[in-house]
């Protein structure tokens, strides 16, 4: 302020330019938008985990002709039937294991245990895995996942009716 009380010309501009703004408008810059999305995207491409492929059962497929006969002492059968608590396991006519829905780990654990004492005295020998059609084919798989970790390689599948 002056002396008289004025208020001088630059404090009035200062003072004026509280009053209202000259608004700009700046725009919307894209640029930092699709370097901050393309960052984002590569991002997420090289942490992501995709599902691994699943492995095929290793099957041989023989030349057709007449097949060796085996004798039935020399094969080692395994039978997985339906029941109402889940299904029944069955090593060459054996007691059979059962086989419950939600823990089959511990009955495939006393299943690999038989048939671990079935080859002791047979050596490896031919399996068939006789299965109901009323059977679950994880379970199926299961049981054969089993036998082959056993080095049972000779495993055909047989349906019971």
Excluded at 15 to 32: D, K
């Amino acid at each position: 302020m002056d002396s008289d009380g004025n208020i001088s010309g630059f404090h009035q501009k200062v003072m004026a330019g509280f009053g209202h703004r000259n608004r700009v408008s700046m725009g919307l810059r894209m640029t930092p938008m699709i370097d901050v999305i393309f960052l984002l995207l590569t991002f997420f491409v090289m942490t992501a985990k995709f599902q691994e492929p699943e492995q095929l059962l290793p099957v041989i497929v023989g030349k057709t002709g007449p097949h060796p006969i085996v004798a039935p002492d020399t094969l080692l059968t395994v039978f997985v039937k339906a029941d109402p608590s889940g299904c029944l396991l069955q090593v060459n006519n054996r007691p059979a294991i059962r086989l419950f829905d939600g823990n089959p780990q511990e009955s495939l654990l006393v299943l690999a245990r038989k048939v671990r004492q079935e080859l002791e005295t047979t050596g490896p020998v031919p399996v068939e895995l006789y299965y109901d059609d009323a059977i679950s084919w994880d379970i199926v798989v299961k049981v054969y996942d089993v036998l082959y970790a056993l080095g049972l390689q000779n495993i055909t599948f047989r349906i019971e009716e």
